[in-house]
C-alpha cells in the first residue's frame, strides 16, 4: 500500500467503520494523515447520524470532524452528564461527551506504602506544609476512590445494558 497514491488510499478507507479507521491511524504516518481526512470522517458522521444532525454538529474552529465524532460517540455511550468514564487503562471526566480532566491512569499509579495510607490529607508537619510522603499518599487514595467510581460506572453500565435486553 505504500506505493499507491494517497487519493486510492482514501478511497479504499471509505470502506471502513469509524472503529477500523481509528486502527488505521494508528499502522504509519501516511495511513493516519490519511484516516484524519476530515471530508472522510464528515461522511462517516452523516452515516450514522444523518445530514441534519451534521448541519447542527458541524465543526467550528479548530475542531476536525474527527473530532466532532469522538464527542458525539461519546455522548451515545455515556450520556450527557457529568461521568468518570474508563477508556483503556486511563480515566476521564466527561461532561456532554467531551473529556474534560484527565484523572490518570492505573498503568502509572504510584504504589504507596501500607502505612502511609492511613495519613490524613490534612495533617501538616512543623512548619505548615505538607510533607511529600502525605500529599503522596493523599494522592494514591484519591487515585484509589476515582479508579473505584470508574470501575464502578463501568460496571453499572454493563448491568443497565444487559437489563435493557
Not at 464528515?42 to 469522538?70: M, Q, T
Not at 476515582?146 to 460506572?153: C, P, Q, R
Request: aromatic residues 10%; contains cysteine.
Amino acid at each position: 500500500m505504500e506505493s499507491l497514491p494517497p487519493e486510492i488510499c482514501l478511497k479504499v478507507f471509505c470502506f471502513l467503520d469509524h472503529h477500523h479507521l481509528a486502527i488505521a491511524q494508528l499502522v504509519c504516518r501516511k495511513w493516519k494523515f490519511i484516516a484524519s481526512d476530515n471530508q472522510l470522517w464528515c461522511n462517516l458522521f452523516k452515516e450514522r447520524w444523518g445530514g441534519n444532525h451534521a448541519a447542527f454538529y458541524a465543526p467550528i474552529g479548530s475542531k476536525s470532524w474527527k473530532d466532532v465524532y469522538e464527542v458525539q460517540d461519546r455522548c451515545d455511550r455515556v450520556g450527557l452528564g457529568l461521568k468518570i468514564i474508563r477508556e483503556g487503562s486511563d480515566y476521564h471526566l466527561v461532561h456532554q461527551g467531551e473529556i474534560q480532566l484527565h484523572l490518570g491512569s492505573r498503568k502509572n499509579q504510584e504504589h504507596v506504602a501500607d502505612h502511609s495510607s492511613h495519613t490524613f490529607c490534612s495533617e501538616n508537619d512543623s512548619n505548615g506544609e505538607g510533607s511529600p510522603i502525605q500529599e503522596r499518599s493523599c494522592r494514591g487514595i484519591l487515585d484509589k476512590i476515582l479508579f473505584f467510581i470508574g470501575d464502578l460506572e463501568v460496571a453499572s453500565a454493563d448491568a443497565k445494558r444487559r437489563r435493557a435486553l
